[in-house]
């Protein structure tokens, strides 16, 4: 399976996004992960590691519209990745990785 870059590439869109994009950090913190189906289910509880759009998740920009999540366990884990890679299709095979998830999806506690 291919996966999509998701995130800009130039040098220059890089620069401008940074000091555009307001980085507020917020690593460890509490979330919870709606299916990003549109059913608003919540489909994982867990801590996002990274809202930096120069953060990489399996080596692939995260971009303005991502965040970076930490997947410790699923409550749905047959929910399928909005970018999946060759190891990664679903939320539970995630588990113990990282992966990108819209900041769309992603409500706080």
């Given at each position: 399976?291919?996966?999509?870059?998701?995130?800009?590439?130039?040098?220059?869109q890089?620069?401008?996004?940074?000091?555009?994009?307001?980085?507020?950090?917020?690593e460890?913190?509490?979330?919870?992960?709606?299916?990003?189906?549109?059913?608003?289910?919540?489909?994982?509880?867990?801590?996002?590691?990274?809202?930096?759009?120069?953060?990489?998740?399996?080596?692939?920009?995260?971009?303005?519209?991502?965040w970076?999540i930490?997947?410790?366990?699923?409550?749905?884990?047959?929910?399928?990745?909005?970018?999946?890679t060759?190891?990664?299709?679903?939320?539970?095979?995630?588990?113990?990785?990282?992966i990108?998830?819209?900041k769309?999806?992603?409500i706080?506690?």
């Open positions: 399976m291919e996966t999509q870059n998701f995130a800009c590439t130039s040098k220059s890089k620069s401008s996004i940074t000091s555009k994009y307001n980085i507020q950090k917020v460890n913190g509490n979330c919870k992960l709606l299916d990003w189906m549109g059913t608003g289910k919540v489909v994982r509880e867990g801590k996002i590691a990274s809202k930096d759009p120069m953060s990489k998740v399996h080596h692939i920009p995260l971009g303005l519209d991502y970076k930490a997947v410790t366990h699923a409550i749905v884990e047959d929910t399928l990745l909005i970018h999946p060759s190891e990664f299709q679903v939320l539970g095979h995630a588990i113990g990785s990282f990108a998830w819209s769309s999806y992603v706080f506690d």
